[in-house]
């Protein structure tokens, strides 16, 4: 199965700064098939980016996502309050379906 | 747009089974499946298998295989339940258990708001 290592795990920043996480896969997966979702305690998860790039419905444009291969980034350009949360990566390109094991991005 | 919902938490002694409700509504699910994920405690999110409801057909990750049974009943043209049972529970399967949408070779979405099983004597 495609393994998914994030980093780092915990990302300490304050409101207005850039998030740039990291995930990278232990074999190359197709673009098409790398997603990132955000969670929080409680709450569902969310859609952020699917194929890489493209924005999930209603997601604001300081989101995106760029990589390809073996290595994908999630940035926040501006990180607002309601931003701190988990973010994991997932790839749907290859059977078994699998996750990255999250970035924690915290309140510095 | 397809909602879930999940039921609420549950306390299993080891040895015992779990069976989880998902209700869906909102959509008529045509091309879509209804798939699981659970998270441990510190843990990544772990898929389980899904469920293709309008064929009744599931397909499982090998390391649930034996285990875990999902299954979906429709209620009307657009709101089904799948149910999601896992046998022989052991601590390790202490997690929070989600269900979501899958669109064909997509990811997931949306997501219910997930079920805190815990696993203990």
């Known amino acids: 199965e495609i393994v998914l290592t994030q980093s780092p795990g915990t990302l300490s920043l304050s409101p207005g700064e850039r998030a740039t996480l990291s995930c990278r896969a232990s074999q190359s997966v197709r673009s098409t098939y790398l997603a990132w979702y955000q969670h929080k305690p409680g709450q569902a998860p969310r859609l952020l980016i699917h194929s890489t790039s493209s924005r999930a419905t209603g997601i604001p444009d300081r989101f995106s996502g760029s990589g390809s291969g073996t290595d994908f980034t999630l940035t926040i350009s501006r990180l607002e309050p309601e931003d701190f949360a988990v973010y994991s990566c997932q790839q749907y390109d290859t059977s078994p379906i699998t996750f990255g094991g999250g970035t924690k991005v915290e309140i510095k | 747009q397809v909602q879930l919902v999940q039921s609420g938490a549950e306390v299993k002694k080891p040895g015992s089974s779990v069976k989880l409700p998902c209700k869906t509504s909102?959509?008529?699910?045509?091309?879509?499946?209804i798939t699981w994920v659970r998270q441990a405690p510190g843990q990544g999110l772990e898929w389980m298998g899904r469920i293709f409801p309008l064929v009744g057909v599931a397909d499982y990750a090998q390391k649930f295989q034996g285990r875990v049974t999902i299954s979906a009943d429709r209620s009307t043209s657009t709101a089904y339940i799948a149910y999601m049972e896992l046998s022989s529970l052991r601590s390790e399967d202490t997690a929070v258990y989600y269900c979501?949408?899958?669109?064909?070779?997509?990811?997931?979405?949306?997501w219910g708001q997930g079920t805190l099983v815990t696993v203990s004597s």
């Open positions: 909102g959509g008529a699910l045509r091309g879509y499946s």
């Open positions: 979501a949408i899958e669109a064909a070779a997509g990811p997931f979405d949306p």
